[in-house]
């Protein structure tokens, strides 16, 4: 890692081959192994791993005890909370390596991840979804859904500022964004609101 732009606090590791963007911060007791790529103005927090084979774009948040592994692909302004799970091989055993089995696992731009839950391999979360706090996602989730339980269901949809769209309206009550739904697809309508 060349960027002088990158801050990496003394207890973290950042191996050789990493590319790190500019202003993004490396917390406590981190590990950015060769080949990740992260983007400009993320925030590494605290006992972080990022493997080899991931990519986060830019102004990433992820926040402590979070492993992202390969094939993990984090697209600009995700939110990953505190000890949140991603997995790469779906029937893992310790007596056999399943490095050449590891799946894609896709998170789409703005996405929040709430606290300890779990991402299984494979799966991806669409654009500005909201994942609940203890959450277990076995299957790709459409865009503004807002998912919570085990295994995760949608309960509603959320709008790009991260508030629960109300009832059938589909109009932000903080923000004033405009929706519509079609096919069990949410959609923004771009000019609408405000």
């Not at 000890?83 to 799946?103: D, G, L, M, Q």
């Amino acid at each position: 890692m060349n960027n002088k732009d990158v801050f990496v606090h003394e207890s973290s590791y950042v191996d050789e081959g990493a590319n790190v963007g500019e202003g993004t911060k490396i917390w406590h007791f981190s590990h950015i192994l060769s080949g990740a790529k992260i983007g400009s103005n993320c925030s590494i927090g605290q006992n972080v791993n990022v493997g080899g084979r991931a990519i986060l774009g830019n102004n990433v948040r992820v926040q402590n005890n979070v492993s992202i592994y390969d094939d993990v692909v984090i697209e600009d302004d995700v939110f990953c909370g505190p000890s949140c799970v991603f997995t790469n091989v779906v029937n893992p055993r310790a007596f056999i390596s399943r490095k050449n089995e590891y799946k894609v696992t896709r998170v789409g731009k703005g996405a929040s991840i709430g606290a300890n839950a779990t991402i299984v391999c494979g799966v991806s979360l669409g654009e500005y979804s909201f994942i609940g706090a203890g959450a277990v996602v076995t299957k790709d989730v459409p865009s503004y859904a807002l998912m919570v339980g085990t295994p995760a269901r949608r309960k509603g949809w959320v709008c790009k500022c991260g508030i629960p769209l109300r009832g059938n309206e589909l109009k932000c009550g903080s923000c004033g964004e405009q929706y519509q739904l079609k096919n069990e697809c949410l959609s923004l309508i771009e000019g609408e609101t405000r």
